[in-house]
């Protein structure tokens, strides 16, 4: 069975950034998509971005281009997120999730995953 730790949130503010970390265990990360999700009070889930394969293709919403790095390090079986220009609308609770890899990361994004972190808090605010 999958598990997965999220740790790195805290407070930041604008303009700011934040690496979020994913610890997982149970998967080889090579055959596992691992993707990051967020949601914030009243909203729903979004998907940020999404790692898979050898080659570690990476898939990002399209709020999160350019701002937002997803990368992974199979030695230590972690995943992380790297955040840059952080607005108080990046303010939610932020999860990462793993599925075996069968449809691709897109999909993931859009549908959810297998198994889930217990998420960390990430607040932008002044």
């Known amino acids: 069975q999958v598990q997965l730790a999220e740790s790195g949130g805290g407070l930041v503010p604008p303009g700011g950034s934040l690496t979020l970390s994913c610890a997982t265990s149970?998967?080889?990360?090579?055959?596992?998509?691992i993707g990051w999700f967020r949601q914030a009070p009243g909203k729903q889930r979004e998907g940020v971005s999404c790692?898979?394969?050898?080659?570690?293709?990476?898939t990002y919403g399209d709020s999160y281009k350019g701002r937002f790095t997803v990368s992974r390090d199979n030695a230590k079986n972690t995943v992380f997120l790297q955040m840059d220009s952080l607005q108080p609308g990046d303010t939610a609770t932020y999860y990462c999730?793993?599925?075996?890899?069968?449809?691709?990361?897109?999909?993931?994004?859009?549908?959810?995953?297998?198994?889930w972190g217990q998420g960390t808090q990430v607040t932008v605010s002044s």
């Open positions: 999730a793993a599925a075996k890899d069968r449809y691709g990361c897109s999909w993931y994004l859009s549908v959810g995953m297998e198994s």
């Open positions: 790692i898979v394969g050898r080659d570690h293709e990476t």
């Open positions: 149970g998967a080889n990360l090579d055959y596992y998509a």
